[in-house]
């Protein structure tokens, strides 16, 4: 058996489009563009280039965007300081604090600084709330595509197996709730670094998102003939057989494509979809000003 290959730069490209849409009406509407700040707190290299990403991703979908750059340095103060200012400032409909921050400042307390209403990301702890009580203002943009990707390639859900690797506030957790949902209808099991058969219960996965944050975690004996295999991690690990002297891997090892009957490519796979529905979040956070 070999896995159908799930392409998130094609499923990203449409909803990008229909992004870009849609961002025309709303413009009509409020007589400007949609608008998306994205706050920035030192010079993390990865952090640089998926800022740069969603910049790009932007202007191809006529959405503004403002960037907001501090310091290494930067005190909790300083950027909820700078978090408030776009909170008040009634001409940017979505805003987001990229992460990682320095361990000098608690995540915890950025979420809950930010505006719920401009949290496009939706992290902050009413919007969990309400994406838990089934009545979502956001769904988190890496949970909201891979369930796109789900839908695009028509693998069911409804009376299946899920199971979900990792329990962050990010992806694990709202994974699994989405898959849950009235409409979605999966049974659900969150497995995480606690669960002690973890192998085994991988194996009875119709449907298996793996966001563990350990490279190549995932081997083909864990994963059930014919499964859905959605992989969330990105790393790069050291191959001096490339010409860069490194690769992009995931969490699941590129051997389970043999096993598996859908899989998501590293990278290629979930990544655009991420930007692609943090694009519809702030699109559709303009549109309620319509």
């Known amino acids: 058996m070999t896995a159908i290959r799930i392409d998130g730069k094609v499923v990203a490209q449409r909803r990008r489009e229909q992004c870009r849409v849609e961002a025309s009406r709303v413009a009509q509407s409020i007589g400007r563009a949609p608008a998306l700040a994205v706050v920035l707190v030192g010079d993390d290299p990865a952090s640089h280039v998926y800022v740069r990403n969603k910049h790009r991703a932007c202007a191809e979908a006529g959405v503004d965007t403002h960037d907001v750059r501090l310091p290494d340095s930067c005190s909790s103060r300083e950027l909820r300081a700078a ?34 209403s401009k949290d496009v990301d939706g992290l902050h702890p009413e919007n969990v709330g309400l994406l838990a009580s089934g009545t979502p203002r956001f769904v988190p943009c890496t949970p909201a595509g891979c369930l796109e990707l789900l ?93 860069r002297g490194s690769r992009l891997v995931g969490d699941v090892a590129p051997a389970v494509g043999e096993v598996a009957g859908h899989l998501t490519p590293v990278p290629g796979g979930v990544g655009p979809m991420t930007i692609a529905m943090l694009l519809q979040n702030t699109v559709e956070a303009a549109g309620r000003k319509a």
Do not use: F
């Not at 776009?86 to 990682?100: A, R, S």
């Not at 992806?171 to 670094?193: E, W, Y």
């Open 151 to 243: 839908r695009e390639y028509d693998i069911p859900t409804a009376g299946r197996e899920a199971v979900v690797i990792g329990r962050s506030l990010i992806v694990g957790r709202p994974m699994a709730t989405l898959l849950s949902t009235k409409g979605v209808d999966a049974t659900v099991t969150m497995g995480h670094s606690r669960s002690g058969n973890l192998k085994e219960i991988c194996q009875r996965a119709d449907i298996l998102v793996v966001a563990a944050g350990q490279a190549e975690m995932v081997e083909p004996d864990w994963v059930k003939p014919g499964a859905a295999v959605i992989d969330v991690g990105i790393h790069r690990i050291a191959d001096a057989s490339r010409p």
């Open 83 to 116: 978090v408030e200012r776009i909170n008040e400032d009634d001409t940017i409909d979505g805003l987001l604090v990229q992460l990682p921050v320095p361990d000098a400042i608690d995540p915890a307390e950025v979420r809950g600084w930010i505006d719920p």
